[in-house]
């Protein structure tokens, strides 16, 4: 496609339930990043991926958080159990650089995800 | 890890007149800064990006200055109209050693800018 599409938009959950949040990067691009954003704050790192290999994911706020992107292109974000404080837009974001190189990151549109 | 301060939180300008906005980062090892404007609702956007080779960079109405020895940049735009009206946010990029580089992200700045 065009641009990093994210799929649902939206999203609404009851506290408890698990919700999967899916990342269709740019075609090619190397490097695969979610991040999330709360309301009024700058978005923050959870976890990167290098083709299929998730390189580093210590921004993951906890072991309910889980993702994969088993064929090094679309990617999936998984949150179990889900939390109030989960409440937040989820930012996928590719670009074409691989490791050690800095690029423009291309974000999608995100997921805002609600928990009730 | 970096740490981003993002200064001011929220800015008004009159159409014409120039916003500044400032960064400033926590590890001295951080060696690209871009900014991102993001509309209500919309995906972030790189508008411009400097590395810390280069003291400063300018893309018609838009420039950004870094100093490293004082680990803090700057946005700058010039000729300010109503669409430029949005949150930016700055980012530092730090090389993990994990395998990943990481932008750090400031709180960011809204910016009106009145007609």
């Known amino acids: 496609g065009a641009g990093v599409s994210q799929s649902p938009r939206y999203k609404v959950a009851k506290r408890g339930q698990d919700v999967a949040l899916r990342c269709d990067p740019i075609?090619?691009?190397?490097?695969l990043f979610w991040y999330q954003q709360a309301l009024g704050q700058g978005p923050e790192f959870l976890t990167y991926?290098?083709?299929?290999?998730?390189?580093?994911k210590s921004g993951l706020p906890s072991d309910r958080f889980f993702a994969e992107r088993p064929e090094g292109s679309v990617s999936t974000l998984k949150i179990q159990r889900t939390q109030q404080e989960d409440s937040a837009v989820y930012l996928c974001a590719s670009s074409l650089s691989g490791r050690g190189r800095t690029g423009e990151l291309f974000f999608g549109e995100g997921s805002r995800l609600t928990v009730l | 890890g970096e740490n981003v301060e993002q200064h001011p939180s929220t800015l008004s300008v009159q159409e014409g007149d120039s916003a500044v906005i400032k960064c400033t980062y926590s590890d001295s090892a951080s060696n690209y800064f871009p900014w991102y404007k993001q509309e209500l609702g919309k995906r972030p956007q790189l508008i411009i990006d400097?590395?810390?080779?280069?003291g400063e960079k300018k893309d018609q109405r838009i420039a950004v200055t870094l100093n490293k020895t004082a680990k803090h940049f700057s946005l700058h735009i010039t000729e300010t109209q109503p669409e430029d009206s949005a949150v930016y946010f700055c980012?530092?990029?730090?090389?993990?050693?994990?395998?990943?580089?990481?932008?750090?992200f400031g709180k960011g700045t809204k910016l009106s800018v009145i007609p």
């Open positions: 991926f290098q083709n299929e290999a998730q390189l580093d």
């Open positions: 075609s090619g691009h190397v490097s």
């Open positions: 980012a530092a990029t730090l090389y993990s050693g994990a395998g990943s580089y990481q932008l750090t």
């Open positions: 400097i590395r810390s080779n280069v």
